[in-house]
Every structure is written in structure tokens, then in C-alpha cells.
């Protein structure tokens, strides 16, 4: 499945994001106000639903995540990520991905590859001399593997959740609201070619539902007045650090360190 961004001559994005912690109750009531302003992703289904997968990669230590439990201003997370509910092969194209927080601002840089090469972070080097490949894919190629080499790299954690997502058509054309539900996690068997995920660990309740608020610019205030009479209150979360928490990946660390 194609996602938003895969022309290879959109690089980098950066946006305003705003996250919230809301039941499927809100939800429902609020895709009913946003579908009269607000248009179903197109590469979803009809309503705009599809799978996430998501392959993260950390320090031995955990440093991605304390980075962002402490409010580090400026951090970066490395990651190869999905779309649909394809199994997974070598060859099946897939997104590597370095997600970049300079304070309130988020930049998100990507370059589509082969699963099996963009998972393969020690030879990303000579990946990033191909010829074929555009600058700006070198250049984000070149920042993973730098990336892999000071801070030693790892595979931590797989994210898997079903989102739906809205986008505002052309009146607002920078503006997307997705809703991501069924939000699940594991520390084990950490590779997207894995088929089973019955073992995997629900990281937060199934009747919670992360609503994510993303613009370029700014959020249109029809949009806030909704958020509001919906009563969504603003909660900073990490998918990523609140599955680890959830799988005991911190607890393992501590077991590990005091052996």
C-alpha cells in the first residue's frame, strides 16, 4: 500500500502535532462533526482505516526513551515502518524513517525501500552511494546509518495499531486528524516478517483511542472548538515509550544491569 509522501520527491515533513487520549465514545461523535469539514485518507479504505507496523530501534540503555520521559528539546527516533495488513517479505517496500522533535516542531524525514534493506543498518553506507537513489534519499540514509554508528542501534520494540485518518481536501490541504486504536506492542521477535501477533501486548486499554492533530501551519478554529465540545483534553504520549513500559522492556533492562 502506497502511503502520503511515497513520491520520492517529498523528503521531509514538518509539522505541528497535537496528541490526545480519548474513548471511542469521543471518537465516534467527533468523526461525525469532522466527515462535514473533513474528507477519508484515500489511500485507506472507505472510511479511511488501515494498519500501521512499525519496527523501532534504541540503544542498548534505552536512550530514545529516556530522551523523551526527561523532555529532551531535541531528539531523534529511527524507525522502519508499514502500511496494510500484508505479510511482510524481503522485497515488500516499506518506510525507513527518522522522526526528529525540535521543541514543539516535528520533522519527519523518509525514504522507501526494500524491507530487507532498510532494516540492514550496518551496510546503509553503501546503500547511500546507489545512483539511482535521489540526494535527499542519500542524505536520509546517511543520517540513519550516522545514527546507527554513535549511538549503536538496535531493534527495541514493534508497534502495530489500526488508524483511521481525515484529511481537509483543499481548503486545508496541510491538515490531517487520525484516530489510532487497538494499539498494541512486543520486545520479542523483533522483525515485521514475523506473521503472528496473538502474543503481542495491548499498551493501552482497547476502549482508548489516540487522537493525533497534524498542520503545517495552524489548526483551523473550528477544528479547536470541536476538540473542545468533545471535551479532548491535550496528553503528551509516545506510542513507542508507552509500549515499552507496557512490555516490561525497562524492568528487563534493570534485571540485565543489576546481574
Not at 23 to 42: E, F, K, V
Request: hydrophobic fraction near 35%; proline fraction near 3%.
Amino acid at each position: 500500500m502506497a502511503r502520503p509522501g511515497s513520491d520520492m520527491r517529498v523528503k521531509s515533513i514538518v509539522r505541528y502535532e497535537l496528541k490526545y487520549l480519548i474513548t471511542w465514545q469521543q471518537r465516534d461523535a467527533l468523526i461525525a462533526d469532522l466527515q462535514q469539514q473533513m474528507q477519508p485518507d484515500s489511500h485507506g479504505d472507505a472510511t479511511g482505516n488501515y494498519t500501521i507496523t512499525s519496527l523501532y530501534y534504541d540503544t542498548a540503555t534505552y536512550d530514545a526513551y529516556w530522551e523523551k520521559i526527561e523532555g529532551e528539546k531535541q531528539r531523534r527516533k529511527v524507525r522502519v515502518r508499514t502500511y496494510g495488513e500484508q505479510t511482510v517479505q524481503p522485497h515488500t517496500l516499506c518506510y525507513l524513517e527518522i522522526k526528529q522533535r525540535q521543541d514543539k516542531t516535528l520533522t519527519k524525514k523518509r525514504v522507501l525501500l526494500p524491507y530487507s534493506d532498510a532494516v540492514a543498518l550496518d551496510t546503509l553506507d553503501s546503500l547511500a552511494q546507489r545512483p539511482d537513489l535521489s540526494e535527499s534519499d542519500r542524505a536520509t540514509i546517511s543520517e540513519v546509518s550516522y545514527l546507527y554508528h554513535v549511538r549503536a542501534l538496535q531493534p527495541a520494540c514493534v508497534v502495530r495499531y489500526n488508524r483511521l485518518a481525515l484529511n481537509g481536501g483543499t481548503e486545508y490541504s496541510d491538515l490531517r486528524v487520525t484516530f489510532d486504536t487497538e494499539l498494541r506492542g512486543r520486545i520479542h521477535d523483533l522483525t515485521l516478517l514475523s506473521t503472528g501477533h496473538a502474543d503481542d501486548i495491548y499498551f493501552l486499554p482497547p476502549d482508548i483511542c489516540i487522537l493525533e492533530i497534524k498542520a503545517n501551519h495552524s489548526v483551523p478554529y473550528w477544528l479547536a472548538q470541536l476538540a473542545n465540545k468533545h471535551h479532548c483534553t491535550m496528553r503528551r504520549i509516545s506510542k513507542y515509550c508507552t509500549a515499552l513500559e507496557a512490555c516490561g522492556a525497562l524492568l528487563a533492562r534493570q534485571k540485565i544491569i543489576q546481574t
